[in-house]
Structure formats: C-alpha cells, structure tokens
C-alpha cells in the first residue's frame, strides 16, 4: 500500500453503510445475494472517527499497546505520550452496528497526561521507546473483533490505537486477519521503517522494528485501509467469524483446527515461517483460505522479543548477505528468493506482479461460482479495482495445476510497463478452495466510490457481491467438493515471449516491476 492514512470521508465512507445487519451471527447463508448500501459520506459523523480538524500532531499526542492482540478478558497496558494534557481512552469495536460502523464498549476516566521520553535508536536502525504505562485496559465481556482506542486529549485533539481481541479458537468459523506484520513494516513512527529512513533514504531503512511504539499517521491506518472495509462486509454475511492477527498465527497454530476458512486483507505481505505453515497446514486439512488483495506472501521476516514480551520485533533484513542468520529457512529475504525459496504461488495461486499497478477488473469467467449476482459478462470491466499493487498467474514451478484464471485485466505499471493483474481459484487435494482478487484496491473499493482512484459505483458494488460471497462460500466448508477448479492457465500463455517480466521463457520466475523501493 502507497496510499497515505483513511481520512474522514474514507472513514465516512466505510461506516455510513445501510443494509441489512449481520450480528448475531447465524449459520452461513446461502450463497448469493448482496447487500445494499448506500454511500453518503458527509450527512454524518460517527463518534469513533477523527475528522481532520481533530487529528493530533505526530509528537502531540500517540501511543501503543503491550500486546498486539489479547483473549477477552485478558488486560494490556497502554503507554501514551501527550503534550496535549490529560486524555481519556475510549474502546470501539469495529462493526456493521446499523451503519455506525463501530461500538463503544469502554471509556476510561481522565487520565494525567505526560510527554514520554523520545524514541532510541539501535545500531540496527530501529526505532523503539521506553515509555511508562498509562493506564491497564480491562477487557472483560469484549467481544472478539479489531479495536480501536480513540485517544482524546483536554484540547480536543485525537489519536488511534489498533488492538484485536484475538479468538480463542477458529473452529466452524471464518477467520480474518488483521496483518499486523506489514502494518508495522510501513510504519514510519520515529522516522524509520522497512523501508526507509529520514528524508525517504531507503538505504537508511531499518532492519528490524518493533511493536513496541506508535503507528505513524492517524495509529491504525493498516487496520483501517485493509481491514475494515472487510470486517463490514464479513459483520453482515451471516457467517460465524473469528479474529486473530498475523502473530497469532505464528504463536499458535492450533488456532485454526477447524476453521472453515482463512480470510486475508488487501496486503499481508509480511510472513513468518511459521505463519506460513500454519496456513498451508490449515489447507492442507480443508481449510478455505482467500487473498482479498495482492503481493501477498512477498516477504519472509522473523521475530525476537522486546522488554514488553515475545514477538515485539520483527527482523526484516531483506537480504541475505545482510543477515546474520545465514542459510536459514528463517533467513529474511523474499520468499521467492534464495536461501530456501518457496514463492508464494504455492500457496496464493499467483505471484506478486508490480507497482503501481492501474487498470480495470476484466472478467474472463462470468460462470465463476463467486460473480454469481454480479450480473457480469466475458469482458465486462471494472475501471479503478485494479491497483495499487497487482499479482499475475504463471504456469511456473509451484503453480497449483488446476489453477483457474477467472478474470485477466489488462494493467499498466507506471507510464511504459504493460502486463496483466489475474484473479485466480484453486481447489487442493484436502478440497479447500483458494481464491486470490489480484489487486490491493479491491478491499479499498469495499468503503466506496473513490473518484481520484477512478473506482466508480458498477465498481464497488461488483467488490461487494463478490466479497459477500466469498465469506458464504468459505463458511460451508472445503469449496472442492462443490466447486473443484477447472485448470485453464496454459490457455492464456500460448505466446510465452509475451509474458511479463519472463525473458520468454515460461519456467523462470518472473521478477516484479516495483517503482517504489522496495529495497
């Protein structure tokens, strides 16, 4: 993701939703149907949004939580830094609830507010903080979902911080994800991430972070770009959900025995080993899984423990003659790199293709079990959905062989790049299905008509149906017995040497065209 934080109409967008309503949970729905809804950012404001007037400055007002996710019940501690004087905690539970969007669930009461030590800076480049705990939250009778703690301060300025209370057990459910992971590599809180250092440098970018520090921005623009829009579309389905985040997966991957199926948002793009394994073992006994974005599965990292507990950093030294844990399969390099290359259209069906991506959603398939409703046609086009990073299908090494292609959307990438973003289906050998949109922009098209995006209403409404269907399909359990995949990928590379970024030569692994470092 390049774009910058959600602001308020995004936000208004996301929340001003009208339809039907999908809690309690009830059994999986049919599959089919939609739900309507009307975006009318603007006629009101949710009490859990910031507007713009209302954001806190970077150093006036932030803070983090001692662990990224908690069981309902279990207590964490905030640390906040204000200049901005004494504040109050407000927790929200991302929701339908009628179209507000979210639930009030705890306030706290006025707590003093202090300007906490500034961050450190480790020979490693990673920025981290040695702040006193504010306050301990309870989170006694919360439900299981993805937070956010609105900070409010005594002049009125505002700040979020994300925390999911995790699920004990995914069983008979639909599991979504929040990714923690690449949350936390694009966070520029400090003036470092994985990517880059002061003034953008990129060879000034850490090699490890932590989580032991705020979000940049508004403190949850990854949960509420990648997450959200998810959360209110799955929250109306009528399918049983369950919540964890990327480092729940690595800690315990018991946690989906019995899941029906996995739900990835617009970009988890930062896997552990063990996350990764977790995943392929759930498929591998049944488990559905869909990617509602791209260039997932991209990075390969790993964790170390903080002063604050396990899993706080996130060791990403992108390269393997940086890292001093050599020829490793925990060595943190691509993971379609050496040492220890596993690409990740093993698992997701695709790969990675480039940014920034830009083009329209082209249904190949309009027979596709997951466009029914959408009215959709061979051809017919979604202008916008495509973007702003792509994945492709190739018949490569690690493809699935009955891999099916069911939409092929001529993209650009940036002004001279001409490939294709594919949306892909598979089914394995346990029955699980696979589904992959091929497009970070699909989730961000789930909150709205987007204009500047050129993401009109045939659009979103298109995103919706499909996603809508998606989380019922998972829900009924392993989608190969009904719907097994129809192998069709060599159809559409009947001219290798037309392939991007192949040489010609079907069998070598594409690399990606990224205009952004990635470095």
Known sequence: MRRGFVGVVGLLAIVLLTGCQGSPKHPAAALGGSVSHAVTAGSRTAAWVITDSRMAGPADLAGYTDHVSVTSGEPFRLFVSSSDGNFTVRAFRLDWYDGTGAKLVWTSSVVPGVTQPPPTLTPLRMITTNWKPSLTVPTKGWLPGAYVLLLRAANGKEKYVPIVVRSESARDAVLIVDAVNTEEAYNAWGGYSLYHGPRSVAAHRSLEVTFDRPYDDGGARGLLNYAAPVIQEAEQSGVRLAYATSADLDADPGLLAGARGIVFGGHDEYWTLAMRNAVTNARDHGTNLAFLGANSVFWRVRYAPSRLGARRIMIGY?????????????????????????????????????????????????????????????????PGLIGDEADRAYPIPGTPANLQVVAHSPTTCGPTHHTYSDASYYT??????????????WVRALAGPDPKAGVGPAAV??????????????????????????????????????ASGTGGVVGKLPAPVDLHVKA
Request: proline share 9%; aromatic share 10%; net charge neutral.
């Open 318 to 382: 992108k390269d393997a003659r940086l890292d001093p844990v050599k020829n490793q399969p925990v060595t943190t390099v691509r993971w379609r790199s050496n040492p220890f290359a596993d690409p990740e259209n093993s698992l997701t069906g695709m790969l990675y293709e480039c940014f920034p991506a830009v083009g329209a959603f082209t249904v190949r398939d309009p027979g596709f079990f997951l466009f029914a409703g959408t009215g959709a046609r061979a051809g017919t086009a979604y």
């Open 428 to 441: 394995a050998p346990s029955g699980a299905g696979v589904f992959d949109t091929g497009s970070i922009e």
């Open 461 to 498: 409404a298109f995103a919706r149906t499909v996603t809508l269907n998606v989380f019922r399909a998972l829900a009924s359990g392993p989608l190969g017995r009904t719907h097994p995949a129809h192998g069709d990928l060599s159809r559409l590379h009947e001219s290798p040497s037309t």
